[in-house]
């Protein structure tokens, strides 16, 4: 087998728990709104809960659409909506289009720069791991953008070189569609490259494509791939 010399990782239940993510969310949402577009900081989280539940109706319309190209537009498009749903809540009058795109990547750089929600000792692991000579990129559904903020959060951007980003590839991560476009943007071999992720399924699309696979599960639930409780159970892959 060959040794592994890239490895792709998962920012949403692997770099992130995202159990520990709306209240932070909901309490940073209030402290930036207000200074953005004036009014009440309990108002904008109220309709920040009923923007949150539209939002999530349209990720999952949309992926259920399937991998085409348009991600880059779609993920300006989701956060604009979601800025705009809440002015709506609120009856205050929405922004021009391109003044809510830059509102809007301001709002979520002042959250995701402040969330505190690593997964305990993943990012000694991952600095482990480097220091192996194994090169870092994600490999998640988010706007480059957003990783980038998510990783500097947890204090790891230094290890990462590619972040992708759906954006990136132009490809939503909803097949193995997703895993090809990145392949080929990093110029990998898969059968050098492993990736490590919580969902099952983008886990089959990944070996589809030649990868190694990896299941994070700090529960140590049951997988077709071979599961890891932490990061640190990646060491023994990389010698």
Avoid at 18 to 30: F, I, K, M, T, V
Avoid at 39 to 47: E, F, H, I
Avoid at 90 to 97: D, F, G, I
Avoid at 158 to 181: I, N, S, W
Wanted: aromatic share 8%; proline share 4%; hydrophobic share 45%.
């Amino acid at each position: 087998m060959s040794r592994i010399e890239v490895l792709f990782v998962d920012k949403g239940g692997v770099l992130v728990d995202n159990r520990n993510l709306a209240p932070q969310w909901r309490r940073l949402l209030g402290e930036v709104l207000p200074r953005e577009l004036g009014g009440d900081a309990d108002a904008w989280r109220t309709a920040n809960d009923r923007a949150h539940v539209r939002k999530i109706e349209r990720w999952h319309e949309r992926h259920r659409a399937g991998p085409a190209s348009g991600a880059r537009y779609f993920l300006v498009a989701y956060d604009r909506l979601w800025l705009w749903d809440m002015c709506d809540t609120l009856e205050v009058p929405r922004p021009a289009v391109e003044e809510t795109d830059v509102i809007a990547r301001r709002v979520i750089d002042y959250v995701l720069l402040r969330l505190d929600a690593a997964f305990p000792g993943n990012a000694e692991a991952l600095r482990a791991i480097s220091a192996r000579g194994v090169r870092l990129h994600t490999a998640s559904g988010d706007a480059s953008a957003d990783l980038e903020d998510y990783l500097r959060a947890v204090g790891v951007r230094d290890l990462f070189d590619r972040l992708h980003g759906a954006d990136l590839v132009d490809t939503l991560k909803a097949g193995p569609e997703f895993y090809r476009a990145i392949l080929e943007d990093c110029g990998v071999d898969p059968l050098r490259a492993a990736v490590v992720d919580d969902d099952e399924r983008a886990l089959d699309w990944a070996r589809q494509c030649g990868l190694r696979t990896f299941r994070f599960a700090p529960d140590g639930a049951m997988s077709s791939h071979a599961v890891v409780r932490t990061l640190g159970e990646l060491l023994p892959a990389f010698v």
